[in-house]
């Protein structure tokens, strides 16, 4: 089956750093990705859509400047936390899909502590 | 606009108990619907999802779930509970362009 890969799966980092996290589609060509972050013990929210050579589509609320992404292959996806702060800490799961109403596939997440 | 509700945020059972863990939806549109499972630390596993095709849809694990649009419901069951169902159980709309709305989640134990 179709794999997602997403790395690192846990990162420490000071406050005031910038940290990069990847999502790589293995054996499909993910046209779209998504970019979500969950707090402890609620759902998941999304933060973004990212389409494959074009402008990531931000959620309401989420700042485009501090949480930058680049969809720059049919293959990579990365989200970079700018400047991350100890609120920025949270679970970040990326998903990839090969189009519209195609299937979704999950990352295993990235546990993001800013201290 | 979508949302999904699901009716408490934990839930216990005994092995070899049913499982019932229930969503409500609102979709101005045909919705996909969906089930995952997340273990501790770890990323969503899709469990099964409903794209308008048979309404009782069978998923991995031996989980099942039925689209009801009388009741905008689709509510996940499993006839009988093992430990290794422990888990945070989502479930999530679609408008079919691969953009989900996720619930707030039910913890499930399960107990000896």
């Known amino acids: 089956g179709a794999v997602v890969s997403q790395h690192p799966s846990w990162v420490i980092c000071k406050s005031g750093t910038s940290v990069k996290i990847e999502c790589r589609s293995l054996?499909?060509?993910?046209?779209?990705m998504f970019w979500y972050r969950q707090f402890p013990k609620q759902s998941l929210m999304l933060m973004a859509t990212?389409?494959?050579?074009?402008?990531?589509?931000?959620e309401q609320g989420v700042e485009k400047d501090k949480f930058l992404i680049n969809h720059a292959s049919l293959t990579l996806s990365t989200l970079t936390v700018t400047s991350a702060h100890p609120e920025d800490s949270s679970f970040y799961i990326c998903?990839?899909?090969?189009?519209?109403?195609?299937?979704?596939?999950f990352g295993s997440g990235t546990q993001l502590s800013v201290l | 606009a979508q949302s999904v509700t699901q009716l408490g945020s934990h839930v216990s059972v005994s092995e070899g108990a049913l499982v019932l863990l229930r969503c409500n939806y609102s979709?101005?549109?045909?919705?996909?619907l969906f089930w995952y499972v997340q273990y501790p630390n770890q990323g969503l596993q899709l469990l099964l999802k409903?794209?308008?095709?048979?309404?009782l849809v069978k998923g991995i694990n031996g989980f099942e779930a039925e689209f009801k649009k009388s009741e905008t419901s689709f509510h996940l069951t499993k006839p009988s509970a093992h430990m290794s169902d422990a888990a945070e159980y989502f479930c999530?709309?679609?408008?079919?362009?691969?953009?989900?709305?996720f619930g707030q989640g039910t913890e499930l134990s399960v107990k000896p």
């Open positions: 998903s990839a899909s090969q189009g519209m109403g195609e299937k979704l596939f």
């Open positions: 054996d499909f060509q993910a046209t779209t």
């Open positions: 990212s389409n494959e050579g074009s402008k990531a589509t931000y």
């Open positions: 979709s101005s549109v045909p919705p996909y």
């Open positions: 409903y794209t308008s095709a048979a309404t």
């Open positions: 999530a709309v679609s408008n079919q362009g691969g953009k989900l709305i």
